[in-house]
């Protein structure tokens, strides 16, 4: 890495880097030779500062010693070169991250992804602006922006969304039944509070018929979750799922990880009472109902699991003592004998509590938290409780792009009829001829532990992976 880079997050919280220039009125910049003019003197000093507010036409140039503002849409600057200057192009959205300046590209894609491509490639960005793009014009975006970025400590992201692109971007989509998907869109519209839901998925009906298409892009989550638009199916009411199915008489075929969230915190925490479930193949949330209704383990209810599993997953994700305490009291248990099972839960898992302190503090210190590749995400200071679910959200997102980059190769090089068909989070679905169902199973279960293994490689595997097999989506879990 170069001496004279610049740490986006370092220049974001230094005063120093960016004190002079703000002292000093911003020059007018409206054509190529007068910006040409002010950065010449850069090549051979350390990089100027390219800020660019998402919700404004300008974008602002910081040099050591003078604040330069260039209309991007000025018709001079549609061909401007800015490739020979030693330029580090950070992002200020006050909207989202009040005046926090991030890396371009770390921060929220699509937004990022418009601007930069309008300062650099002089793209028209009305078209982007107008609605929702085009998952390839999207993509393509995304990867031209990744390439910018040669010194950003997120450029394996990007090599890592480049490489997956072959297999997520066009989508085999679903064979939908629609006499089956009326009526449970009849039956969902029974309860008024799903007025919205039943009008959106109508009007979705109306428009695609028979087939809902599918392709993934990046979403406007920071830590990196994939979405699926028009239709955004892997938002629809789980309900509706039953009336979609494999296409051309073609079964589908889910693999999820076992409680995968859970145990990304356990490997990373390294807290023996939190990892023993996965290390002696216990329920994980049986543990948890433990400590919250004291009893063992085997006279637990399903219904009490159940809870349990509610409170942890929000315990583990950054909901504060009010939000579990109001949890526990609405299924009827007694909420403080629940809430002192919480304290002793915390207390026994010090080296989880510990680390968690640890993912607060350095969003509040640095402004990021990272995930177990090292990919920075950035975070307000006030969001500081969301750190642990960020971190392990995105090291989520980073497996199963892995293991899609590994089967989309395994299926190609076996010339199998499959296609992977979906991510849902944590289970990849895959359309595959019944012919060949078994094989694209075993695949999927090899890819998705290689994949996991190699982030985790201390991780226990056993009881890792669930199977399911069925032409309908809704019947896959």
């Known amino acids: 890495m170069p001496e004279n880079y610049l740490d986006p997050f370092d220049f974001a919280t230094s005063d120093s880097c960016h004190a002079a220039p703000q002292r000093q009125s911003a020059l007018q910049i409206k054509t190529q030779e007068s910006l040409h003019e002010h950065l010449g003197s850069l090549k051979e000093k350390t990089p100027a500062v390219i800020k660019m507010p998402l919700n404004s036409k300008m974008m602002e140039i910081a040099l050591p010693d003078k604040r330069l503002t260039v209309n991007r849409y000025f018709s001079a600057m549609k061909d401007i070169d800015l490739s020979p200057y030693p ?42 602006a107008k609605g929702e793009p085009r998952a390839e014009d999207m993509m393509t975006l995304f990867l031209q922006l990744g390439s910018q970025l040669s010194r950003s400590p997120n450029v394996p992201w990007y090599q890592l969304l480049r490489d997956a692109q072959p297999y997520i971007g066009s989508l085999p989509g679903f064979h939908v039944d629609t006499k089956k998907f009326t009526e449970i869109l009849v039956e969902i519209g029974k309860d008024e509070n799903q007025a919205n839901t039943v009008t959106l998925w109508t009007d979705t009906l109306r428009q695609y018929g028979d087939h809902f298409p599918a392709a993934l892009i990046p979403g406007g989550t920071i830590h990196g979750r994939l979405t699926a638009k028009k239709p955004a199916i892997l938002s629809m009411d789980a309900r509706l799922r039953k009336g979609l199915y494999a296409n051309g008489g073609n079964t589908l075929t889910g693999v999820d990880f076992h409680q995968m969230q859970p145990r990304i915190i356990a490997e990373r925490c390294k807290d023996p009472i939190f990892r023993g479930p996965f290390v002696d193949r216990r329920d994980y949330y ?60 915390e207390t026994a898992c010090s080296k989880l509590r510990t680390w968690k302190m ?36 995105g090291t989520e997102v980073e497996i199963m792009l892995h293991a899609i980059m590994k089967l989309g190769k395994r299926l190609k090089e076996e010339a199998l009829d499959a296609r992977i068909s979906l991510l849902v989070y944590d289970e990849l679905i895959v359309e595959t001829a019944l012919a060949c169902q078994t094989r694209v199973e075993a695949l999927m279960t090899e890819c998705l532990t290689e994949a996991f293994h190699e982030m985790l490689p201390d991780a226990p595997m056993d009881n890792l992976l669930e199977v399911h097999a069925d032409p309908c989506w809704g019947n896959l879990k």
């Not at 989202?96 to 937004?111: K, N, Q, T």
């Not at 599993?309 to 403080?336: C, M």
């Not at 006030?382 to 960020?390: C, F, H, T």
């Open 358 to 393: 640890q993912l607060e503090a350095s969003v509040r210190r640095r402004g990021y938290v990272e995930t177990v590749s090292g990919r920075r995400i950035p975070m307000r200071k006030e969001d500081a409780w969301l750190a642990m679910n960020y971190s392990t959200t």
């Open 87 to 128: 330029l580090r192009y950070i992002v200020s959205d006050s909207y989202a991250y009040r005046d926090r300046l991030l890396d371009v590209g770390i921060d929220r894609p699509v937004d990022s992804i418009r601007i930069m491509d309008a300062v650099l490639h002089g793209k028209d960005i009305d078209r982007f």
């Open 286 to 345: 049986r543990v948890w109902a433990s400590f919250i209704f004291a009893k063992p383990e085997a006279e637990i209810s399903g219904e009490e699991r159940s809870i349990a599993k509610a409170v942890a997953l929000h315990w583990l994700f950054g909901q504060g003592k009010e939000n579990l305490s109001k949890l526990v009291e609405e299924t009827g248990y007694d909420k403080d004998a629940a809430m002192e099972g919480i304290r002793n839960f």
